[in-house]
């Protein structure tokens, strides 16, 4: 009996020792969990703490850029202006633990998809008959369907269906509701779709944004030439009293380019009416008055013969009219229009689109292209008139007849993309910011915002 108490007396402390290891590595155990819950707290928190910087950094990144642009001479926009190139104020900007880059893109600079042709579509880098015709039905008022084109019927059957626009595309990326768009057309990912060298994705050749206001370079309302009188031609165009005739002869005019070396067929018939009329009243005069002692009907007859002769005097001293050459139109473009219309959509600026867009601007004309670039480098990077395109090689009245309504060199939106990196923690925010200059303060039309994955 003594041997087996011995034996149960030293059992207990070994069960003791048992239980104190387990209770210790339970504990030790719930340290670690509540260890790394604690520091996932911790970067969770962190993480948000610098996404909100990261936002916030991006919204004085666009505060910045619309400054510049409000601060800018409107009477011209290029590559040349402060938005454009100013690396003291748009990289590596340092806002307290946050870097971040700014770039401002002309909207003008890209060709408005709600207003290009299909020869303007089909010039872009991978553009397909079946796509322009795509978006062609896209964006027209019909459901008719083009060759290559889908309507309503098509995108209903879709896994999820929707109707087709019908109307003007009101953001750039609802081109990805196209059929025949990918991701990788739209932005230019090479590892989604096969692309050609010289395409940097569609996103920077195409935009539904691009208007400007109907005002010349000083901010004023342009004048309707086709409904000024006279005096408003001489007195604030600037038109000789022939160019104001010819003018007034041969308006309205659909394009503004139509007035370019025309001659006044109305003119010509009015001076052949004017001089016929004014032979006959001469011989009718002297026959009058040889007549006039003889008969009282000779007498009425010399009364209508000399008001006939006013009529053809009159007629003769009116000014001849004097067609407008290209130079004259050209400096004319500034400060008139044809259109009483507030905005004018869908042009593109001369002065700040790159190689791609001209040549999709000329319908595949990418020699005029690089003439137009060339002349630009050459007057220092800006056309500050559409006079200077006398100075591009290749831009005959011809040209200019078909492309000049679509030119400009003054915008009003522009797009705003703002990157914000964390030095902390990597985390990269984005934002895409699309604004009107014109309103008041540059009013946001398109905001969006995102971490960059």
């Known amino acids: 009996m003594r041997y087996r108490k011995h034996k149960t007396r030293c059992a207990r402390p ?3 020792l048992i239980a104190v290891l387990w209770i210790a590595a339970l504990m030790m155990a719930l340290v670690s969990v509540a260890a790394q819950t604690s520091l996932l707290d911790s970067r969770v928190s962190q993480l948000e703490n610098e996404k909100q910087r990261g936002r916030w950094a991006c919204r004085g990144g666009v505060e910045t850029a619309i400054a510049l642009l409000l601060e800018d001479d409107r009477s011209y926009d290029a590559l040349t202006d402060l938005w454009a190139t100013n690396p003291l104020e748009l990289e590596q900007l340092d806002f307290g633990g946050v870097t971040v880059d700014i770039q401002v893109v002309d909207v003008a600079s890209k060709l408005n998809v709600n207003t290009a042709t299909r020869e303007q579509l089909l010039a872009l880098p991978d553009m397909t008959e079946d796509i322009a015709d795509s978006i062609l039905d896209w964006v027209d008022s019909d459901e008719d369907i083009r060759p290559g084109g889908a309507e309503s019927g098509y995108y209903l059957n879709l ?8 109307g003007a595309i009101r953001t ?11 991701e990788g057309l739209f932005y230019g990912e090479r590892e989604l779709e096969l692309l050609s060298a010289d395409n ?16 010349d370079s000083d901010g004023n309302r342009k004048i309707n030439i086709n409904r000024a009188d006279r005096e408003t031609l001489i007195t604030d165009l600037g038109l000789s009293e022939g160019q104001a005739q010819w003018v007034l002869d041969n308006r309205p005019f659909r394009q503004f380019a139509d007035m370019i070396g025309q001659t006044s067929t109305t003119t010509a018939t009015a001076s052949s009416a004017g001089s016929s009329a004014f032979g006959q009243t001469g011989a009718t005069g002297s026959t009058a008055r040889s007549a ?3 008969t009282t009907g000779a007498a009425s007859r010399q009364t209508q013969t000399s008001s006939r002769q006013a009529t053809g005097q009159q007629q003769q001293e009116q000014p001849a009219a004097e067609p407008l050459d290209m130079a004259t139109v050209l400096e004319l473009a500034d400060k008139a229009t044809l259109t009483n219309r507030r905005t004018l959509p869908g042009k593109v600026n001369l002065n700040t689109a790159g190689e791609t867009v001209l040549t999709a601007l000329f319908e595949d004309n990418r020699e005029l292209a690089q003439n137009v670039i060339a002349a630009r480098e050459g007057l220092g990077g800006v056309f500050l008139s559409l006079a200077d395109l006398q100075q591009v090689e290749g831009m005959s009245r011809e040209v200019l007849q078909q492309y000049l309504d679509q030119m400009t060199l003054r915008s009003s939106i522009y797009e705003i993309h703002v990157t914000a990196v964390s030095q902390a923690t ?3 925010w984005q934002v895409q910011a699309i604004v009107d200059r014109e309103a008041a303060q540059g009013q946001i039309i398109y905001w969006r915002e995102g971490i960059s994955r």
């Open 14 to 16: 070994g069960l003791a």
């Open 159 to 166: 896994d999820i269906g929707y109707w087709a626009r019908n």
């Open 172 to 182: 750039d990326r609802e081109l990805l509701r196209i059929k025949g768009i990918t």
């Open 200 to 215: 940097e994705g569609w996103m920077h050749y195409l935009t539904c944004y691009s208007r400007e206001l109907n005002q």
């Open 292 to 294: 006039a002692s003889q």
């Open 426 to 428: 990597g985390l990269t």
